[in-house]
């Protein structure tokens, strides 16, 4: 069983369009994320949810809505879409702070976003 | 404010050889957990090591070993008996542990390539 999954793998879409990646994990966590991976390869964090609630939001522009309808599911749903959104989304989950050994977090395989 | 430098953009080692990929980082938190990451080709992101601030000891898993300095901010992974399939983009991260705070922040990587 995945532990993080995430779809769709591959997303290929028009400027203007709007899309939704959706990510679900099984793991029991409390805390699930979005991660942007752009073409250096570099991983910023976007959002982040804990038990349903929006704990951090990372100046990302308002196209761009996170929804959490229950703590195994967190979605990204982005409106209008830019080329400048073309990157890989990541989903991660992890325990809540102070619960666990090591605080890791498990990414999902990621989602290639290409906005032509 | 948080933050994990990698300085090495790219690394090569000859199989059978260790190599050491450098990690500092800048924290006011009083207590965070150091982590790096690997990210293959395929793209996904694989958990290696972690390492807390309070731990004496430096982490250890398999071929792979965190060298921990605190006073110097620096959390190096070491990789021994390198093998082909450790080519890969590593990531060092750091995560604090505060409510409001509770995000993974990554390094810029470094790229691997291991020779035969």
Known sequence: DTAVSQTPKY?????GNDKSIKCEQNLGHDTMYWYKQDSKKFLKIMFSYN???LIINETVPNRFSPKSPDKAHLNLHINSLELGDSAVY???????????DSYGYTFGSGTRLTVV | AQKITQTQPGMFVQEKEAVTLDCTY???DPSYGLFWYKQPSSGEMIFLIYQGS????????????????????SANLVISASQLGDS?????????ISYNTDKLIFGTGTRLQVFP
């Not at chain 1, 997303?11 to 400027?15: E, G, I, P, S, Y």
């Not at chain 1, 990541?90 to 666990?100: E, Q, R």
């Not at chain 2, 004496?56 to 921990?68: D, H, I, K, M, V």
């Open chain 2, 26 to 28: 800048d924290t006011s």
């Open chain 2, 88 to 96: 890969a983009m590593y990531f060092c991260a750091m995560r604090g």
């Open chain 1, 51 to 53: 038990n349903k609630e």
């Open chain 2, 54 to 73: 309070y731990d004496q000891q430096n982490a250890t898993e398999g071929r792979y070993s965190l060298n921990f300095q605190k006073a110097r901010k």
């Open chain 1, 11 to 15: 997303l290929v879409t028009q400027m």
């Open chain 1, 90 to 100: 990541f989903c991660a989950s992890s325990p809540s702070f102070g619960t666990g």
